[in-house]
């Protein structure tokens, strides 16, 4: 089992950045897939990016393709989400979320991040 904690959201800008952070905990971290969901008011939660175990295989979504990207760091159980040139539709709570079955089984409790135009 891993418990996930985000940090890292906020208020920002139109056009500025945020850097998420997502801790795990336990020592398995190393061996899910890890991916960041968003859900925005009155919408279903979204796939944002993924990363396969060892960092070498990413996916993104259309809508922030070249704006975002995800790492990890697997010595320090933590995934990143580097979020660019934002825009106020990227306003949603953002997930981290740890699939070791091809299925998302733990998620964290979100971090709100908020876009102005």
């Known amino acids: 089992q891993v418990q996930l904690v985000e940090s890292g959201g906020g208020l920002v800008q139109a056009g500025g950045s945020l850097r998420l952070s997502c801790a795990a905990s336990?020592?398995?971290?190393?061996?899910?897939?890890m991916g960041w969901f968003r859900q925005a008011p009155g919408k279903e939660r979204e796939f944002v990016a993924d990363i396969s175990q060892n960092s070498g295989t990413t996916h993104y979504a259309d809508s922030v393709k070249g704006r975002f990207t995800i790492s990890r760091d697997n010595a320090k159980n933590t995934l990143y989400l580097q979020m660019n040139s934002l825009k106020p539709e990227d306003t949603a709570v953002y997930y981290c979320?740890?699939?070791?079955?091809?299925?998302?089984?733990?998620w964290g409790q979100g971090t709100q991040v908020t876009v102005s135009s």
């Open positions: 979320a740890a699939n070791l079955f091809n299925r998302y089984d733990y």
């Open positions: 336990g020592r398995t971290f190393r061996t899910y897939v």
